[in-house]
């Protein structure tokens, strides 16, 4: 048994065989999509979130066997590499223990110690801490030579190696870090110089602030670090330093006497100077790292849910970017997203060009054969929304306020430029908010993640985990509603399963000479796509209309041949098997497990034969603000309105009550019963009706309830 998936089996509690074929797979290159979709007979049936968390432990462990590497070899070209050490640094799988067993051996820059070292300072050291001299002194007396000037000198020395003994021991190191662990305080004190500035009021709340490190959730911790970082508060981190002392001196201290004075003097300098500021950096980016960590996980399920929202599919969208000023930016779009015409209209203050705006949009809705409108959420949206529905379509059509975060940022890319490189960057704008309502996943994909506004600190955060985690968020969701391979643009295809940019630029390229594709067979003409990564991305892409319906299914290539037998067995086509529910019912799966089909693959084929290509999506609905509330002035406390969840953090949910100010519901106003995960309760863009609980006009603060509402 590879001792990797020994090691991450018993610390994610999998089964070992099922963690060492997943890290197999891996190795072959396969992503994490298509072992959770295809490989389920290999991994015990793991989901992509046990696979995820292998594929993550797998790395770290990667990383630590250089570093231990790396650490031997360093030892070793001094000399100093025993046997004992040698086989505990291999033995360990903690990054925590080998980092303390290396310490002592690591390069540092000049420290007092070495310098004492270096004066022949280490067995007077080694003297004062077998505490058996009666006159310390007069034994130091004899190591007065050279740049040791007299005897205060040279005990001092020797007590500075005691000093730096003391802080890179193991055993001391683990009774402070464990002192920290059961009893640290985070406190946070505002700059006197800053208290009054206006940066420094966002932070109010952390002025004078502590509380236990280990009760301190993500949010308060990321807060306070960012305060730091802005020079506006003072973080620390600390523990009971007389209680930490005096454990240490138990520990080196034996008995009384000049020497033993002289060794505690060396262990309270070596832990006030050394080891306690080493030990609260440990901490300080511990919890960091764990804050990150809560922090990266709700940016990613936020973003799932948005790259998941319900799609309108396709239809004549008119897209319009909200306005004062400069007026409204419309777009009229096709079915398939591409832009027929684009004009401004100014229905509000201060041009106030009602009536011609009125005008132009429904000669556009009826010219165009418009099915839906979708307006940004953006400054004048509100307003917009308003003037739309006074409009008189001769058909119905419905009317949708659409999110437009990192619309901006979109607009501006060379993505948007390549697309539409004769229209400015408010038409393009205006086409993705349009194009968001027919598919959001679609649209989003053009995006950074990190532009799309649904994370927490995001900018506080490590930002090289934060991509990751994002761009396999994106991953999984491409893959779990599958692509048209007809129809995707390159951003969407570079997220599937084994293509990435240069095989999704092939296969637009090639579409674009060749023509749509009529069968996955055909996807191996494209170039560079070898049979590894058609074997990775077959079973997400889709083509309807294909020959073999199967082609436009999740059932991978690989598995045509079961459906195939299946279908003969029925004594009918694949076609008419998908067709037919009662010649499915039939089937006794059971005959068709192989030494490499198993029930479980058998079982999602029989589920797409059912559905075949189904969009896990839900369907979208359309919303309606509070007529009579525009502003944050006309909130009255107790007031029950309608919302749309905009954004999930881990103390609440941010909800648009129609007033360009979200309001929050915090986690323990979510519901009567108690709430650890508020996406236990919403999820984004979901509708949900309110009550208005306080209103802060000074801070423009909104409080919510949904109890009893």
Request: aromatic fraction near 6%; include cysteine.
């Amino acid at each position: 048994m590879n001792i990797f998936a020994q090691l991450i089996s018993k610390r994610l509690n999998l089964p070992e065989e099922g963690v060492e074929n997943t890290l197999a797979l891996l190795d072959l290159g396969c992503t994490i999509p298509f072992i959770a979709r295809y490989r389920k007979e290999r991994t015990g049936n793991l989901d992509e979130v046990q696979i995820s968390q292998i594929s993550d432990s797998y790395e770290k462990l990667q990383e630590l066997a250089k570093r231990k590497e790396t650490i031997l070899k360093t030892i070793e070209e001094q000399g100093k590499l025993t046997a004992d050490l040698r086989k505990r640094i291999e033995e360990t799988w903690d990054a925590t223990t080998l980092e303390d067993l290396y310490l002592p051996f690591k390069p540092k820059r000049r420290t007092r110690a070495q310098t004492a070292r270096e004066q022949g300072l280490e067995p007077l050291a080694t003297l004062l801490l077998l505490q058996r001299e009666a006159d310390p002194f007069e034994a130091a007396a004899r190591y007065v030579k050279g740049d040791v000037k007299d005897v205060e000198a040279a005990i001092k020395g020797a007590q500075d190696i005691i000093a730096e003994m003391v802080s890179e021991d193991e055993r001391s190191r683990n009774q402070v870090r464990n002192a920290y662990r059961r009893e640290a305080v985070i406190t946070s004190k505002v700059v006197k110089a800053k208290a009054e500035s206006d940066e420094a009021a966002k932070y109010s709340d952390y002025f004078d602030f502590s509380e236990p490190l280990r009760r301190c959730t993500s949010h308060r911790l990321l807060a306070m670090r960012r305060g730091e970082s802005e020079g506006v508060l003072r973080v620390s981190i600390s523990a009971d330093d007389e209680a930490c002392v005096e454990r240490l001196v138990r520990q080196y201290v034996r008995g009384r006497g000049l020497c033993c004075d002289l060794v505690e003097e060396a262990v309270t300098d070596g832990y006030k100077r050394l080891l306690r500021p080493s030990i609260e950096t440990e901490f300080a980016s511990l919890s960091k790292g764990k804050a990150d960590e809560e922090a990266i996980g709700v940016f990613a399920e936020n973003l799932r849910q948005l790259l998941l929202a319900a799609p309108l599919g396709q239809k004549r969208v008119m897209g319009i970017d909200p306005g004062f000023r400069t007026g409204c930016k419309v777009v009229c779009l096709d079915a398939q997203g591409n832009l027929l015409h684009h004009e401004t209209i100014f229905p509000h203050p201060p041009v106030n060009h009602r009536m011609q705006a009125t005008a132009h949009v429904e000669q556009m809705v009826e010219q165009y054969g418009i099915e839906a409108i979708a307006i940004g959420n953006g400054t004048a949206s509100r307003e917009t929304s308003d003037f739309v529905k006074t409009l008189d379509f001769k058909h119905k059509v419905q009317t949708f306020v659409v999110s437009e975060d990192g619309a901006s940022v979109y607009s501006a890319s060379k993505t948007a430029r390549e697309e539409f490189p004769d229209e400015d960057v408010t038409v393009r704008g205006a086409v993705s908010i349009g194009r968001r309502l027919m598919d959001p996943l679609a649209e989003l994909v053009k995006i950074d993640p990190k532009s799309i506004g649904v994370g927490q600190y995001q900018h506080d955060v490590d930002q090289a985990k934060l991509k990751k985690s994002l761009d396999q968020t994106v991953e999984s969701c491409v893959n779990l509603v599958g692509v048209n391979v007809n129809t995707a643009s390159q951003h969407l295809l570079t997220y599937v399963s084994g293509l990435g940019p240069t095989l999704a630029k092939n296969i637009v390229d090639y579409r674009r000479k060749h023509g749509a594709f009529n069968s996955r067979q055909e996807l191996k003409k494209v170039p560079r796509l070898g049979p590894a990564a058609f074997e990775q991305c077959a079973g997400f892409l889709r083509i309807p209309g294909a020959s073999n319906p199967l082609d436009n299914s999740a059932v991978h290539p690989e598995s045509y041949p079961v459906v195939a037998q299946m279908a003969r067995d029925c004594g009918c086509s694949v076609s008419e098997l998908m067709a037919d529910g009662e010649k499915r019912n039939k089937i006794d799966i059971r005959r068709y497990v192989t030494a490499t089909v198993g029930l479980p693959t058998l079982t999602d084929i029989m589920g797409e034969l059912e559905k075949p290509g189904r969009d896990p999506r839900e369907q979208i609905e359309e919303f309606e603000f509070d007529p009579n509330v525009t502003s944050i002035d006309d909130l009255v406390e107790g007031m029950v309105l309608p919302g749309i969840v905009t954004n999930i953090t881990n103390f609440g949910a941010f909800v648009d009550i129609g007033v360009h100010q979200d309001g929050l519901v915090h986690i323990s106003q979510l519901s009567n019963r108690y709430v650890k995960d508020p996406n236990d309760v919403v999820h984004l863009h979901q509708h949900v009706r309110v009550k208005v609980k306080e209103v802060d006009y000074r801070r423009n603060r909104i409080s919510l309830t949904m109890k009893g509402v």
